[in-house]
């Protein structure tokens, strides 16, 4: 078994700033009554902040309750064991790029809710469902008990209850993140695969996370009804991302697309709503997977397994922990397997090229023009030189180039490692593009932790 030996990842790629429109709209259901303040404002406030539409919806029109336990948003997040308010403003800040608003820390008892969820036709022009708890969400549950709340009748709750399954289903079919929190957590729980009606513990169907993993409310009852539906419960993590149902068929459009929270902290509502937006921005859709992703891995060459120390120079990745087969390093031959891998959940087509620069590379290595047209044909650069032998200056710099032109460039420790010798170096990749290094002195190799950066 070989190992690879992960001290830093980095992934470039020009920024673009998204210019938002009405389209960017997240689809927010709260309970006509006993939503939980900080979970709504929070959640709330965040994702507008980073520049969403936030459309709130209730079982029916006009003022749905809110509430909230022991004191103002200070108190709430004053009770986060190890935290404070003070940390939850800086969290908001740094996650969310502007300030908490002071003034929106008491509960104001009510939110004015201008149409119903009932209403929404489709989850075309939103980008996420989001579930908010409380102790009154809990009547929204696929689980064929409906009772009235506040002046809304029996027969309206489970009508919103049945509207918001339908709406899950179909985000996860376009490859939409659907979110519960807290209380709320229950919400996808209880989701039913469609068509699955006579199949699970109560008969109502399989639930929509049966064999994956949520979180929840931490009290024994969110325990049991996870074991109920088969769904792994994550008792101590603040944030989960799970995977429909293998029953659910939707082509994997909604795998990684289910997130449940644990509790009302504003700490972990933050986190959530970063998390949300994270998986709006950056998870590809299934056709976006499957597209051809052209690959070019630099390298210099595969290990010597006859003498892979770190002595001889013409083996480009040494071998740190004994050359047995069990302690091996990877080499580029592990990553073109890696890359052709067809795995669970693995719906990636990469079209993977590689290049040897010590050994007659198809471009001269003095020639930034000729170096940069040849990676011009790729989408992503895999860099995977341990040694700095034949990194010459004009290579760095049409990489650089590469990635400011909007290329990806990967790297690990051997992208990091500036080994200095022989006039060469790594000075321009380290210092102009990864902005991070792994010293040629003072480094040490560790296969228990790693750091991934991103620039």
């Not at 003095?366 to 341990?386: G, P």
């Not at 034949?390 to 690990?412: K, W």
Request: glycine share 8%; hydrophobic share 40%; aromatic share 10%.
């Amino acid at each position: 078994m070989r190992y690879l030996l992960l001290v830093s990842g980095l992934f470039l790629f020009t920024t673009i700033t998204p210019t938002f429109s009405q389209q960017d709209s997240i689809l927010m259901f709260v309970s006509f009554d006993s939503t939980y303040y900080s979970e709504y404002i929070v959640m709330r406030e965040a994702l507008e902040a980073m520049g969403y539409y936030v459309d709130v919806r209730s079982a029916d029109i006009g003022m749905a309750h809110t509430y909230l336990i022991g004191g103002n948003l200070t108190a709430q997040a004053n009770g986060l064991s190890g935290s404070n308010y003070s940390a939850f403003e800086s969290q908001y800040q740094s996650m969310v790029g502007s300030p908490w608003n002071a003034a929106l820390n008491t509960d104001p008892g009510v939110i004015n809710i201008t149409d119903s969820i009932q209403s929404i036709s489709s989850m075309a022009s939103y980008k996420a469902l989001v579930i908010v708890g409380g102790k009154g969400v809990v009547r929204y549950r696929l689980d064929g008990q409906y009772s009235s709340q506040l002046s809304l009748p029996a027969s309206r709750v489970q009508s919103a209850a049945h509207k918001l399954n339908d709406l899950a289903t179909e985000a996860l079919l376009l490859g939409k993140p659907v979110m519960g929190q807290c209380h709320g957590a229950s919400i996808p729980a209880f989701w039913r695969v469609p068509n699955t009606e006579g199949s699970g513990f109560d008969n109502l169907g399989l639930s929509l996370l049966e064999g994956s993993m949520a979180t929840g409310y931490p009290e024994p009852e969110t325990a049991t009804n996870l074991m109920d539906l088969n769904i792994n419960f994550r008792s101590e993590d603040k944030v989960v991302i799970g995977t429909p149902s293998n029953s659910f068929m939707d082509n994997d459009a909604g795998t990684f697309r289910v997130i449940t929270t644990r509790d009302w902290y504003p700490q972990t509502v933050v986190h959530a709503a970063k998390t949300l937006t994270n998986v709006i921005e950056t998870y590809p859709l299934t056709s976006e997977l499957t597209t051809a992703v052209s690959v070019l891995i630099i390298h210099g060459g595969a290990v010597d397994t006859d003498n892979c120390s770190a002595g001889n120079r013409n083996n480009d990745v040494p071998c740190n922990y004994g050359n047995d087969a069990a302690n091996l390093p990877a080499d580029y031959t592990d990553l073109v397997a890696l890359f052709n891998s067809n795995e669970f959940n693995d719906n990636f087509n990469f079209v993977v090229s590689d290049v040897d620069i010590s050994n007659n590379p198809p471009f001269d290595l003095n020639n930034e023009t000729e170096i940069l047209n040849y990676l011009k044909s790729f989408d992503v650069l895999f860099f995977y030189k341990h040694w700095s032998d034949f990194v010459s200056v004009d290579l760095q710099n049409a990489i650089v180039t590469f990635a400011d032109d909007g290329g990806g460039v990967v790297s690990i420790h051997h992208g990091l490692y500036n080994d200095i010798h022989n006039g060469f170096d790594k000075n321009i990749m380290v210092n102009d593009l990864f902005e991070a290094e792994s010293p040629q002195s003072g480094w040490s190799a560790t296969r228990d932790t790693f750091q991934i950066l991103q620039t």
